[in-house]
């Protein structure tokens, strides 16, 4: 794992600033990543994957969110459609379709849409059966990645419940209109879907049959919370690592700011952020390999507290920073508009603190 965190720290350098500035990574590069199986690490070998566990792909995963948020959400993309092939696909279309996860074709998962944000109950995207085909129309709004993407994931009603399908991104009836201006994770292709009449043979629906919508969304979710919630360990370890630096460095009133006590304050808040942020993260990851019982709420226990926990330390590494840190190309700066965004994604906080509360009152005792 050390040797694949090195080497895309390598391939990332000091570009991530360029890329947020700019609002693209170079699409070759993410075909090469892509094709390295680096993009979605825990496919198993048999796919071409890494088949890394929950725990080595969290910690690869919170590398890379250190670096560069927009590629750790393409990876979260990624990693979600490869997820959500697995666990809804038949073996023949996970044979089909993970080999080109690991071979350089890049994915995205269309939920939302203009009606349905935290209500996903309210999708109204369609897929009709119609022959040998199915027939998807819709609009899905906000995709990650689906500016870079090869196929997409789309969640769609059908028949009496809801299916995932696999559309690619060239067929008849698609189209793609970039998001040129997010306020964070800049460079990680956001944009909106839109699929008008679009014929697909009917294999390309994952199982071939309905599945309750709530429980279709929360399997395709629960990997992406994963994967946020670790990146947003990430976010918090490259605050933590640039407020410590300027804290001993720059000196006020005759000494370093860190001797100075608020800042001092400030510095304790961040590495308790991270620490907490990793525990809840390496626990959930533990239920996820241990297949226990305990990983649906452990999943949204870590994504909430990670999101939180980054979007605060963020700010408070700006703060300790101030105007060194008050430019759009430094680090803790990207970081801050990033990490905000990760309290809006995969289940807003509010949708998380909702699913906490329901677990809280109906655990026993
Ligand atoms: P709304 O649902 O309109 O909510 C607005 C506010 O009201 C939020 O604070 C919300 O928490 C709160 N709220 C809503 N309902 C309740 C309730 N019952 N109780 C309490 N509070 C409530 N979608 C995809 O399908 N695929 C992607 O890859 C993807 N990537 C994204 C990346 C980014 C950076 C962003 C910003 C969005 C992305 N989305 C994606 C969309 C994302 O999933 C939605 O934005 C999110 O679900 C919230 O929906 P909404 O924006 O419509 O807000």
């Known amino acids: 794992l050390g040797g694949a965190m090195t080497a895309v720290t390598l391939r990332v350098g000091g570009l991530a600033a360029e ?4 609002g693209l990574i170079p699409l070759d590069l993410l075909r090469e990543l892509g094709a390295e199986g680096r993009l979605c690490a825990e ?21 890379v969110g250190g ?8 990876m979260t993309s990624q990693g979600m459609a490869a997820w959500t092939i697995r666990r809804l696909g038949t073996a023949e279309q996970a044979a089909v379709h993970l080999p080109r996860l690991t071979g350089g074709a890049l994915a995205a998962v269309g939920f939302s849409e203009p009606g349905a944000g935290s209500d996903l109950a309210a999708m109204a995207t369609t897929v009709r059966r119609d022959g040998d085909e199915v027939v998807v129309d819709g609009h899905k709004k906000w995709v990650t990645a ?15 419940g809801a299916v995932a399908v696999v559309v690619p991104a060239d067929a008849p009836g698609v189209r793609i209109e970039r998001i040129a201006d997010p306020l964070g994770c800049r460079a990680a292709g956001h944009a909106d879907v839109h699929l008008d009449g679009v014929r697909l043979p009917a ?8 599945l309750p919508p709530a429980l279709l969304v929360t399997t395709a979710l629960a990997y992406g919370r994963m994967s946020v919630a670790w990146g947003c360990v990430g976010i918090l370890r490259a605050c933590l690592a640039a407020a410590t630096a300027h804290a ?3 000196r006020q009133f005759g000494k370093p700011l860190a001797e100075h006590q608020l800042v001092a304050g400030h510095l304790a808040d961040l590495y308790t952020a991270e620490q907490v942020a990793s525990r809840v993260c390496e626990h959930a990851s533990r239920s996820w390999d241990e297949g226990s019982p305990d990983q649906v709420v452990a999943t949204v226990l870590a994504k909430h507290v990670s999101a939180t926990e980054a979007a ?3 700010a408070t590494a700006v703060q300790v920073l101030a105007s060194a840190g008050s430019r759009d190309g430094h680090a803790v700066a990207r970081a801050y508009r990033d990490a905000k965004l990760m309290e809006i994604i995969e289940g807003s906080s509010e949708l998380c603190r909702l699913m906490l509360a329901q677990h809280a009152l109906s655990a026993p005792g």
Do not use: F, I, K, N
């Not at 890329?19 to 700019?22: A, F, L, N």
């Not at 670096?67 to 393409?74: A, D, G, H, I, K």
């Not at 689906?146 to 009496?160: I, M, T």
């Open 19 to 22: 890329w947020d500035r700019t």
């Open 43 to 63: 496919v198993p070998e048999q796919y071409g994957g890494w088949g890394l566990s929950s725990t080595h792909s969290g910690a690869y995963t919170a590398h």
């Open 67 to 74: 670096l560069c948020s927009s590629l750790r959400s393409v």
């Open 146 to 160: 689906a500016h870079y993407a090869d196929l997409l994931v789309v969640v769609g009603r059908h028949e009496d």
């Open 203 to 210: 294999d390309s629906v994952l199982g071939g049959h309905p």
């Open 248 to 250: 001993a460095g720059r």
């Open 312 to 314: 605060r330390g963020a």
